[in-house]
Each structure stands twice: as structure tokens, then as C-alpha cells.
């Protein structure tokens, strides 16, 4: 487990064995999962995205954020709604991701990857899209 999704991180370089939040190591693998398929859901330039599409990104990043949701389940179901919509935009791609690299999901390992500025930026602009992911995901249910 390595999950470095929040300011609670163990002496703030990211938790290894359990996050101090509660997060179990399956749960941080989950939200690393759905977060590299909303990126494969970002790369897809064929179709056009709908209000479906934008909320299904909005609830996506929502539910990456720590203490939302610990529920497994209702994780592994957003990666199922990600990649249907995937599918859904790009219809090549329906039935199996893995046939379409362009749009297979984002690999998250590569983040804490190379120069430390450069991580440092990846991280931030993660953390950045999940908040203003949260504000947005609110103001939408409002």
C-alpha cells in the first residue's frame, strides 16, 4: 500500500501499511484504480461527452477523496460506471479497455515516479482536480 491522498499522511510522506485515516490497503488500491480510469475516461476524444459523462467525472474524483467512502464496493461500482461510459464514448472500445491502449486506464504507479519537482506537480494537480472535484460534485447535488 503507499497512499499519500490526504494532509493525515504518516509524517507526511504517505502512509505504507495502513493510512492513519482507517483507509485499508485495498481500499487506497481501489481509488488509485478509479483514478487512472477517469484518466483513460479524459484521453477519450471520440464521442462527445454528455452531462452523463461530467457527472460520472465529478462523482468519480468525489469518491477518491479520503474519508468519503471506505466502501469497496461502492468504489469498484464508480469504475464500472467509468468505464461503461468509456465504452459508451467510444464504442471500438466496448467490451474490454485492455484492447484499446489509448484508453486503458491510467497506471497511478508512474505518479511517485522521475524527479521530485516533477512528483511534487503531479501530486498537486491531482489533489487540486479531487477538491475542486468535491466543491463541484456539491454544488451539483445542490
Known amino acids: 500500500m503507499f ?3 490526504c494532509e493525515q499522511t504518516a509524517r507526511g510522506t504517505g502512509c505504507t ?3 492513519v ?13 478509479l483514478t487512472g480510469e477517469l484518466v483513460a475516461l479524459a484521453r477519450v476524444e471520440d464521442g462527445h461527452a454528455t452531462d452523463s459523462t461530467w457527472k460520472i467525472v465529478l462523482e468519480g ?6 474519508n468519503v467512502s471506505f466502501s469497496d464496493e461502492a ?15 467510444h464504442p471500438d472500445c466496448a467490451g ?3 484492447s484499446c491502449p489509448d484508453h486503458a ?3 497511478m504507479n508512474i505518479l511517485w515516479e ?6 511534487s506537480l503531479k501530486s498537486l494537480l491531482l489533489l487540486g482536480l479531487r477538491g475542486m472535484g468535491a466543491y463541484a460534485y456539491h454544488a451539483y447535488v445542490l
Open 3 to 5: 497512499c499519500f491522498q
Open 17 to 19: 501499511t495502513v493510512g
Open 21 to 33: 485515516c482507517g483507509k485499508s490497503a485495498s481500499q487506497a488500491d481501489l481509488q488509485d484504480r
Open 61 to 66: 474524483l468525489f469518491t477518491t477523496i479520503t
Open 75 to 89: 468504489v469498484e461500482l464508480q469504475i464500472q460506471k467509468t468505464r461503461a461510459e468509456i465504452s459508451r464514448l
Open 96 to 98: 474490454s479497455l485492455d
Open 105 to 107: 486506464p491510467l497506471d
Open 114 to 119: 522521475g524527479n521530485e519537482d516533477i512528483r
